[in-house]
């Protein structure tokens, strides 16, 4: 049932391509969890989510400093070397700097496909932070309505809602059934569907994922697998899916995480009860915030502590990419928090690649054993 999942992420560019050849639909390339990627559906468009180029970085190296993350600096490379040349467009939120940068520099180097920016606020607990939201999403909705020569419904919206609604339901429960019992399903596998599900068609994600979920919920308590260490993921991406075996061979096992390609992405759905953009609005504030975002001093550190206590995890693998300042400037008072209240963690940061793998394997195991 995982091959799909795991074939689209083999070559996410062919996958994109092949839906745009055979499904006759745009594609729109976006960066971040916080493109608000319902209004890209409506829209009758496919949204596909951008990450780092996965192979050496050269032509990127032109209009960025080294001291940018491989996230950012990978996808310019894919970009300059033609590899996103089938979108009709890419969508960059204002979030983190580098994408703010990303964004410009693609603008002025990159042709072919239409270029929006969505300027969201940065502070999401203020009195006006929900109409602010609702008139950035209006004006997305008018600029993509401008850009693909089409017009969104209320009916759009309220399906796209109930559409994403329901895969974001599905990724939750595997994560769940997945933490009552880590050894129904390898962390690769999970992380396999949560990345898939941004990249693949959505309409057959939401047939695919409630088959998953079946097949798992069969294999509770049949006492499958081998359980270890609790432990769970912080940080931005995951862009690794070999960080879940080697923490798994090192006797430990995530069983939650603080992701923007895990949980932070699916833990809040879209509530109803306003118009369909004042709710899409809503779910954008009411996410779990990221440090590119602010609600609260210590909302990150409250939710992480909370987390660990929740899934009964053992300790905390904070996984940052090298020169990620969001994350890196978070990073002090989530450790302090955890130290406070007895949680052990570890930092791994990384580029495009991970270290080697012996190098890793004894990172992972030292920490296991210490906790
Ligand atoms: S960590 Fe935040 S800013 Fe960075 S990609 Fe994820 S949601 Fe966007
Ligand atoms: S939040 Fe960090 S990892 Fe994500 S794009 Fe920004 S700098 Fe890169």
Redesign the pocket.
Known sequence: MLTEFHDALKDPAAYGKRLKEEGGRKVVGYFCSYTPEEIIYAAGAHPFRLFGAGDGIHLADAHFQSYC?S??RGALEGALAGRFDFLDGVVFPH??D??QRLSDVWRMNVRGHFHLDVVLPVKLNTDSAKAYMTDVLEKFRNDLERKLGTSITEDGLKKAARTFNDIRGSLKRLYELKSENPGIVSGADLYAVVKASMIMDRDRVVRLLPGVVRELEKRRGTGEGEEGKRLVLAG??CNHPDVYRVIEEAGGVVVWDDLCTGSRYFEEVTEGGGSPVADLAGHYLARPVCP?KHSGLYARAERLVEIVKEKRAAGVVFLF?KF????SFDYPYLKKALDEAGIPSMVLEVEDRLPSEGQLTTRFETFVHMI
Do not use: F, K, W
């Open positions: 993350c996230l950012v979030t983190c580098s994408i931005g991406i590119a990419l990620c300042d969001p994350h």
